[in-house]
T-cell receptor, first 108, second 113 residues
């Protein structure tokens, strides 16, 4: 089974700070998902990446397949970015294994 | 475009009762899955389906049944509810398989007394 570890588990920052959330996994993969879960509970897919870097607005995701590590960065953080961020990796082609999530709180 | 629709949003059951959590998607996705989310733990896969008539077990399948008679619907049945099944349940779908971007329902918060 692919074990997924996220760090930190909780992160509190001030508005405007640069945020980094890390995800490490134990078994080689072909792609990795980053998801966002808002306080209301809904989960949305942010990124799916297999190499290099992807950017969407103020969110940037990077992955290093050889080192089995991915990071999610948020530039110019805002209170509306407060959410739980989750990474997930495939176990085979049909199953996903999820990290425990990182709870991010951005204070104004 | 409704996406993935889960019903009900909240439910309270007594131990031993049975119920069905509904999940429907209107995106013609082949892959559908059910997860449970418990405090301090990541989402855990209960069952999944790669197409109509095909289902398989995930990480925590005991106490749950599924069926996939149509592409659109993937209901999750609790046969005899137990307090350990108190959780938030999410249904998800994707075009083809777990390697595609996942679309999640809003979740069902289930309490077993």
């Amino acid at each position: 089974k692919n074990e997924v570890e996220q760090s930190p588990q909780n992160l509190t920052a001030q508005e405007g700070e640069f945020i980094t959330i890390n995800c490490s996994y134990s078994v080689g993969i072909s792609a990795l998902h980053w998801l966002q879960q808002h306080p209301g509970g809904g989960i949305v897919s942010l990124f799916m990446l297999s190499s290099g870097k992807k950017k969407h607005g103020r969110l940037i995701a990077t992955i290093n397949i050889q080192e089995k590590h991915s990071s999610l960065h948020i530039t110019a953080s805002h209170p509306r970015d407060s959410a739980v961020y989750i990474c997930a990796v495939p176990q085979g082609a049909q199953k996903l294994v999820f990290g425990q999530g990182t709870r991010l709180t951005i204070n104004p | 475009n409704a996406g993935v629709t889960q019903t009900p949003k909240f439910q309270v059951l007594k131990t031993g009762q049975s119920m069905t959590l509904q999940c429907a998607q209107d995106m013609n996705h082949e892959y559908m899955s059910w997860y449970r989310q418990d405090p301090g733990m990541g989402l855990r896969l209960i069952h999944y389906s790669v197409g109509a008539g095909i289902t398989d077990q995930g990480e925590v399948p005991n106490g749950y049944n599924v069926s996939r008679s149509t592409t659109e619907d993937f209901p999750l049945r609790l046969l005899s509810a137990a307090p350990s099944q108190t959780s938030v349940y999410f249904c998800a779908s994707s075009y083809d398989r777990a390697l595609e971007p996942q679309h999640f329902g809003d979740g069902t918060r289930l309490s077993i007394l």
